[in-house]
């Protein structure tokens, strides 16, 4: 448990989370104030995730969320499952009996994680787990508000017949143990990638609305890519190769860098390193190991 943990996020979170804020509007929050509490709420949730600090004082524990907590709520031992939901007041729980004490050591994670680091199946892997709980469940997934009543019984169902009794002594991890050779080649398009973020989320490029869409696709692109080497999947050596060649040139076009200078000498500098090794690294990699590491058949 890192500050790390506290920055990631499902890319459809945003699509649901606005209609809450949208209800302060109506009344009568201004903008600006909502965006200045939502940004503190965002911080101090952010400081949850760690295990840095054991314990506060008791009127603290008792009062406000904590890291101590926050690690149950992300524990995955039986007696943490469904506990501490709250991200500012834990009273929440304790009015209405999710509140757990964190006692014996955390073992963090989900309920039949997934075992791969593709992208776009993470993104959708648990709505599909909660509506196949809600098809098997006693009440029909589509009913209106039954929806939410069905996803419910079904997870717990699921956890009752399981009996899951994991603990950091018994837990087992998914892990990508495939050594990254060309260390350089990996750092330079780290370095793209970052560069290429920037521009996305900031105006520093001078990018439009739409280059900065076409941005955030090559990105996206990029991250799965990456994804499918650390997999050894077969299929990237052409995508990572095609990939190569299309950012560099969409980064020159849209910066309109189309004088010889340091920066399109840097752009394409770094661009040919990663594609020197973009046809062979995923085949290399698909020859030596799987995802979990083994000898590959």
Same mark, same amino acid.
Request: aromatic share 14%; glycine share 8%; proline share 5%.
């Given at each position: 448990?890192?500050? /790390?943990?506290?920055?990631?996020? *499902? ?6 989370? /606005? ?33 840095? +600090? ?26 943490? %499952? ?6 500012? %007041? ?25 075992? /791969? ?33 069905? #996803?419910?019984?079904? *997870? ?21 143990? #495939?050594?990254?050779?060309? &260390? /350089? ?12 973020? +920037?521009?996305? +989320? ?7 609305? &739409? ?11 990029? +991250? ?47 661009? %040919? ?25």
């Amino acid at each position: 448990m890192n500050f /790390f943990v506290a920055l990631r996020a *499902s890319v459809t979170q945003r699509l649901s989370s /606005f209609l809450f804020f949208w209800v302060l509007t109506i009344v009568g929050f201004q903008p600006a104030h909502i965006y200045t509490v939502v940004a503190i709420h965002l911080f101090i949730a952010f400081l949850h995730h760690t295990e840095f +600090i054991y314990k506060f004082p008791r009127p603290i524990e008792w009062l406000f969320t904590t890291p101590s907590h926050h690690r149950v709520h992300h524990g995955v031992n039986l007696q943490y %499952l469904d506990k501490n939901y709250g991200e500012f %007041l834990i009273i929440w729980d304790r009015m209405f009996g999710t509140f757990e004490e964190e006692q014996e050591p955390v073992a963090y994670g989900i309920l039949e994680h997934p075992e /791969f680091v593709e992208p776009d199946p993470h993104q959708f892997s648990f709505l599909y787990r909660a509506l196949e709980d809600g098809r098997r469940g006693t009440v029909l997934v589509g009913q209106g508000p039954h929806l939410v009543y069905a #996803c419910r019984m079904g *997870s717990a169902r699921t956890a009752d017949e399981r009996k899951p009794d994991i603990n950091r002594g018994n837990q087992v991890k998914f892990r990508l143990r #495939c050594s990254l050779t060309h &260390g /350089f080649i990996w750092s330079s398009r780290l370095v793209l990638g970052i560069a290429l973020m +920037i521009g996305v +989320i900031s105006n520093t490029y001078g990018w439009t609305t &739409g280059e900065k869409w076409f941005g955030a696709a090559l990105l996206w692109w990029q +991250i799965i890519n990456w994804s499918g080497i650390l997999e050894a999947k077969s299929w990237t050596w052409i995508s990572e190769s095609l990939r190569n060649l299309a950012t560099p040139a969409a980064v020159i076009a849209m910066s309109e860098i189309y004088q010889p200078s340091a920066l399109m000498f840097a752009v394409i500098a770094v661009s %040919l390193f990663a594609f020197s090794d973009g046809v062979v690294l995923p085949v290399r990699q698909s020859a030596t190991c799987d995802g979990m590491g083994r000898p590959a058949l």
